[in-house]
Nanobody, 126 residues
Framework: QVQLEESGGGLVQAGGSLRLSCAATASGRTFKIYAMGWFRQAPEKRREFVAGIGWDPVTTYYADSVKGRFTISRDNAENAVYLQMNSLQPEDTAVYYC?????????????????WGQGTQVFVSS
């Protein structure tokens, strides 16, 4: 069982940066066996994949729309995953969700993930 809680959202001007954090509470010391993902959902749009990091922290994968601007990382000692977002644009405005899946790298569909946080709002003004 994994519980996830996002933080770090807010209002930023276009071109600015934000760093999202996701704190995980996992039974035992199992956080390290979960691949983690960030998704986002804008009003009246489907939830979409943003970035993922494997249970082996070397593997990372991104949506084309954020490559070169966003960076995902994890700290297994802190049971946390991060999303550094640079050069933000109004189209990045959405609720951002953290998700976890056990021992499965490369997952990019919401239904592939087992656990979800409640989300954190990011608003980018033009």
């Amino acid at each position: 069982q994994v519980q996830l809680e996002e933080s770090g959202g807010g209002l930023v001007q276009a071109g600015g940066s934000l760093r999202l954090s996701c704190a995980a509470t996992a039974s035992g010391r199992t956080f390290k066996i979960y691949a983690m993902g960030w998704f986002r959902q804008a009003p009246e749009k489907r939830r979409e994949f943003v970035a993922g990091i494997g249970w082996d922290p070397v593997t990372t994968y991104y949506a084309d729309s954020v490559k070169g601007r966003f960076t995902i990382s994890r700290d297994n000692a802190e049971n946390a995953v991060y999303l550094q977002m640079n050069s933000l644009q109004p189209e990045d405005t959405a609720v951002y969700y953290c998700a976890a899946v056990r021992l499965r790298n490369g997952a990019k569909e919401p239904n592939e993930y087992d656990y979800w946080g409640q989300g954190t709002q990011v608003f980018v003004s033009s």
